[in-house]
């Protein structure tokens, strides 16, 4: 069955890095949010347990909860590069990864790294206009990611909203 509800257009992507941190930022995403839930290296019990606590938290507030990963999480709302029920989110760093998420259907597609990103050090930024090259005339919500804020979002066209990490701190 697919999501009925509109695609958030604000989203907090987490990881373990975050430690306590995370609480602060889901209390600060405005209701109609969504969370990418990525604490991959995370213990698989701890890692229910940390869901259970975010998707409770999610449905008080009225955000969105997507898994990213493999293992499948009890309450998901939907998943990040992974097909399956719910909202589907997807990556792309190129235009042609972007092409892709349409392929499989995605609902958002997060168009990363725009600017230089503490989550991937020295990785390549696309900057403004290629970033907004590669959301040009997609289907899908198109999130910026990567050094993303409210400000640096104001910087860009051609999205729809944008992600981030360090951005909700």
Do not use: C, N
Not at 135 to 159: E, K, N, V, W
């Amino acid at each position: 069955m697919r999501y009925r509800h509109p695609v958030p257009r604000l989203w907090l992507m987490t990881d373990e890095r975050m430690g306590a941190g995370l609480w602060r930022a889901v209390r600060r995403l405005p209701r109609g949010s969504g969370i990418v839930f990525r604490h991959y290296a995370t213990p698989a019990r701890e890692r229910r347990r940390l869901f259970a606590a975010l998707l409770r938290i999610s449905r008080r507030r009225g955000l969105v909860l997507v898994r990213a990963g493999d293992t499948r999480l009890a309450g998901e709302m939907g998943t990040h590069k992974r097909r399956g029920g719910g909202i589907v989110t997807w990556p792309a760093h190129s235009r042609e990864q972007a092409v892709r998420a349409m392929r499989v259907g995605a609902d958002a597609v997060f168009i990363s790294p725009v600017f230089p990103t503490r989550s991937h050090p020295g990785a390549p930024a696309l900057g403004a206009r290629r970033a907004s090259a590669i959301a040009r005339g997609l289907p899908a919500t198109r999130i910026a990611l990567g050094g993303m804020d409210a400000r640096s979002y104001a910087r860009l066209a051609g999205f729809d909203g944008w992600a981030g990490i360090d951005g909700w701190l």
